[in-house]
């Protein structure tokens, strides 16, 4: 519940900042032109877009000079979801508008890529040499016969190569899609077994914390399970030759041709993502050319207020959406850095380090390594020159409060943090980063533009103040256009509209404040449900990793048949602590007084690790299934997985539980 009255802001922007984003120069120039309210600030602008949401759509594509080579006939023309339909008439490209700043003669040296591996060191990428690069590659895969709408893989790391690649494709009208190589092989066929690509670039290996990590096996396997691929692009980063019917990367970029941008239909698909796929195969995404355009126009252009001044770092492989909105910076004219590398190595202030050699106006990251940086007791505003940074966000999971706190302490205090909240099913955010707006520790700034945010109880009623499921009431053009292999639509409707027809439900517990902030606690598909009362398992994460004892803990809240209720807590320790009865007792305190009683767990158990998924999000719902007693095969999917073994100590323990409790 929010208070009757507001606490201090951790952070107010002040009037010069304001006075110097882009989303206040939005407003006016959109109330002049398009009848957006002058006054009344970001609330005000934020109402009118999900009020008037063809005219917003329509003056973003405007403000941005969206390039329509054939006219909309309006901006939708159906508003249902799922199905609604976007600039009906209008063709485009996506990967015309992310070069376009190579057409600028005063930019077109300047670095549009700035790519860095683990001994730091800065490699750029020219405007001219990515549209060069782009224009030669997408010339070879036309004489390769790829046609628009056809699939293009990437079994590729966070190198210059993979944007060159992805923009090529785009360029020729076909569908882009990539998993990183520290994907096994089962898991990469999963994903592009679903999609059937005629064209496979990839690399030999890949460095990750200090070492060369071989994958020509892995790579061979692909080959031969993938029969719809016609070619096969090896790029050499561990410097082998390319295996036989492969063909070289520098063969087919060593062109210099003018890129050939095919116009398409404003939904013509451009890439297809992945869900984590933790129960079953993963749900292949399909987003479109003109919806990713404009919703990574907003988004990265006013609220994360990017342009052409700025570098944009993001910690993120090409298996993660955030990969392909950190390749979209390239719209606002914005220099991309592509990290290559573990994010802790050699040590844990890797990334900071990175964010200060490039210079790093935004910096990207995950809410796990923030919390990271605190436990090491990281200090990355006494140890590096941060003083380009404007921006901290993270994503992946929410920011605790004492995640903001560190931020603020130990990076600057004049630091805008942005803790953001989306997804893969969109590619974007919901709610997150407003450069005008003040932050509050634990909070979201608020909702973005476009998006009618809500909080809905089961019975489909807006709560303010309350927790209730996040639902999204009108459609975002970057809502995906399809699931591949699902003609009728069925197991797109079963994933976002089951619960509430026409309304996306996404699967977050949320709270929207009465100022317009947002807090998340976590998925609500592994709901803790005691007596009652619904609870967000992020919010004991946050009281109990906070113990120095604690490296990672995970919730679950399971449904007996007698009809009572087991909540079990399982901690992973630091090196050398132990599970005794005097941590116990700390546990149980710490979650007694900064949360409730309620929230204390039945037990608590130790573990050899938390199981993730290949992006690295906690999985909850297979350990559910796990310890309800469905066996490991069925519980998930193991190409999911990161460490398949972690999940077989709460197989066991199910088994064991049908004996007797397990006590504390």
């Excluded at 064209?199 to 892995?218: M, N, P, S």
């Excluded at 116009?263 to 992945?274: A, I, K």
């Excluded at 040590?347 to 809410?367: C, M, P, V």
Aim: aromatic share 10%.
């Amino acid at each position: 519940m929010t208070s009757a009255a507001s606490p201090a802001p951790l952070w107010q922007p002040d009037p010069d900042r304001i006075a110097a984003a882009r989303i206040p120069r939005f407003q006016s120039w959109a109330a002049e032109r398009y009848g957006a309210p002058a006054q009344g600030g970001y609330a005000a602008l934020h109402r009118w877009s999900v009020d008037e949401l063809e005219t917003f759509w329509r003056a973003v594509a405007d403000w941005f000079d969206v390039r329509f080579s054939a006219p909309y006939e309006r901006v939708l023309a159906d508003p249902a979801m799922p199905g609604a339909q976007w600039f009906p008439g209008a063709t485009l490209n996506y990967a015309e508008h992310a070069l376009r700043t190579a057409e600028d003669p005063a930019r077109t040296h300047d670095a549009a890529l700035l790519h860095v591996d683990e001994t730091h060191e800065t490699t750029p990428i020219s405007w001219s040499e990515l549209r060069r690069q782009v224009g030669a590659l997408a010339a070879e895969l036309r004489a390769l016969g790829v046609r628009p709408g056809d699939r293009v893989s990437g079994y590729l790391p966070n190198i210059p190569q993979a944007v060159t690649a992805l923009l090529a494709t785009a360029a020729v009208g076909a569908v882009w899609t990539s998993c990183a190589p520290d994907f096994g092989a089962r898991s990469v066929l999963d994903r592009f077994q679903q999609v059937e690509p005629v064209i496979l670039f990839t690399v030999d290996g890949y460095r990750y914390g200090g070492k060369e990590h071989d994958r020509t096996e892995t790579v061979a396997e692909l080959r031969s399970e993938l029969p719809t691929l016609r070619a096969v692009i090896h790029i050499p980063l561990l410097g082998t030759e390319a295996p036989a019917g492969a063909l070289d990367w520098s063969a087919v970029t060593s062109g210099d041709t003018e890129p050939v941008f095919e116009q398409v239909p404003f939904d013509h698909p451009l890439w297809v993502l992945y869900s984590s796929g933790t129960t079953g195969l993963p749900k292949a995404i399909v987003q479109s050319q003109g919806g990713i355009l404009l919703e990574h126009f907003k988004q990265l252009g006013l609220h994360c207020d990017l342009g052409p001044e700025d570098r944009f770092f993001w910690y993120t492989s090409t298996g993660w959406m955030m990969w392909n909105f950190l390749v979209s910076g390239l719209l606002t004219g914005t220099t991309v850095v592509l990290y290559d590398g573990s994010p802790g190595y050699p040590d844990t202030g890797a990334q900071w380090r990175i964010a200060e050699r490039t210079e790093a106006t935004l910096f990207g990251t995950s809410a796990a390594y923030v919390m990271a940086c605190r436990k090491a007791e990281v200090h990355p505003g006494r140890d590096h020159d941060l003083s380009r940074i404007k921006c901290v966000a993270t994503t992946g999971s929410p920011l605790p409060p004492d995640g903001f706190r560190w931020l603020h302490d130990e990076v600057a205090e004049d630091l805008w943090i942005a803790s953001v909240s989306g997804g893969t099913d969109v590619c974007s955010c919901f709610a997150g980063a407003v450069p005008t707006l003040p932050v509050h520790i634990g909070e979201l700034q608020a909702a973005c533009l476009g998006t009618d945010l809500q909080s809905w109880d089961p019975q489909g009623k807006p709560l303010i103040g309350e927790v209730g499921e996040l639902v999204v009431t009108n459609p975002m053009p970057s809502m995906p256009i399809r699931f591949w292999n699902d003609p009728d639509g069925s197991r797109y409707r079963d994933s976002y509209f089951e619960m509430f027809p026409g309304v996306w439900r996404h699967g977050d517990w949320i709270t929207i404040t009465d100022r317009g902030s947002v807090i998340i606690h976590g998925r609500s598909d592994s709901t803790l449900n005691r007596q009652g009362v619904r609870m967000g398992s992020a919010d004991i994460y946050e009281a109990v990793e906070r113990l120095p004892e604690i490296k990672e803990s995970l919730v679950i809240g399971l449904e007996e048949p007698d009809g009572g209720y087991w909540m079990p807590l399982f901690v992973h320790l630091v090196d050398g602590a132990s599970l005794d009865d005097g941590l116990r007792a700390r546990i149980k305190q710490t979650i007694r007084e900064e949360l409730s009683p309620r929230h204390v767990p039945d037990d608590i158990i130790e573990v050899p690790g938390v199981p993730h998924t290949l992006t690295g999000k906690r999985i909850e719902v297979p350990v559910k299934r796990l310890l309800q007693g469905t066996a490991l095969a069925k519980a998930v999917n193991p190409g999911s997985v990161d460490n398949l073994e972690l999940l077989r100590f709460y197989e066991e323990l199910a088994r064991t539980r049908k004996a007797g409790p397990t006590g504390d």
